[in-house]
């Protein structure tokens, strides 16, 4: 939300709107690894307790092949009929929001390809790391945000919202892996 508020600061309401059409089809990209996230949560913190990197690897492994399952076919389409979704749903107005979209779409793509990152941290004990990487999240949004969207708009918004979330996923990632 902190995006939006900062568009119709910065920008316009127009931009905002935009940035909005296309944050509800980022939505349901992002639909696939939350419900995958809700179910492994609890098994990863089990198994890890347990000891057993193995099958904690085996879960992990097999719950970003799922989420990819669910999420790539959804991403894939928005891309290549993003722009007959959003006149179908919201009007031909709102087609300015496609390539916002299409960005903000290939965020989520890395997203969904990292799997489950943040929950690996949090179910093994590494809440604290976890809030570091958010933290160091939220710093460098406000900072792309601050300077890309003045001069870009919606189009910068939505490319510091993939840069951040992208910097999150790798940051994390190699923690994980560590």
Do not use: H
């Amino acid at each position: 939300e902190l995006t939006s508020i900062l568009l119709g600061w910065w920008v316009d309401n127009e931009s905002v709107a935009y940035f909005k059409v296309a944050m509800q089809g980022v939505a349901l990209i992002s639909l696939g690894l939350s419900s995958v996230n809700a179910v492994i949560m609890p098994n990863v913190a089990r198994l890890y307790k347990q000891g057993n990197l193995k099958s904690t690897q085996a879960l992990l492994t097999k719950s970003v092949q799922l989420s990819a399952i669910i999420s790539l076919p959804i991403l894939f389409f928005l891309i290549m009929f993003g722009e007959f979704v959003i006149s179908l749903l919201f009007g031909k107005d709102y087609l300015e929001a496609y390539p916002i979209l299409v960005i903000l779409c290939l965020g989520q793509l890395v997203n969904v390809l990292m799997g489950s990152v943040g929950v690996v941290l949090n179910m093994t004990g590494n809440e604290k790391i976890t809030l570091k990487a958010l933290s160091l999240t939220l710093t460098l949004s406000l900072i792309l945000l601050a300077t890309l969207v003045p001069t870009y708009g919606a189009i910068g918004a939505a490319i510091a919202v993939s840069v951040s979330m992208t910097f999150s996923n790798m940051f994390v990632s190699i923690i994980v892996v560590k």
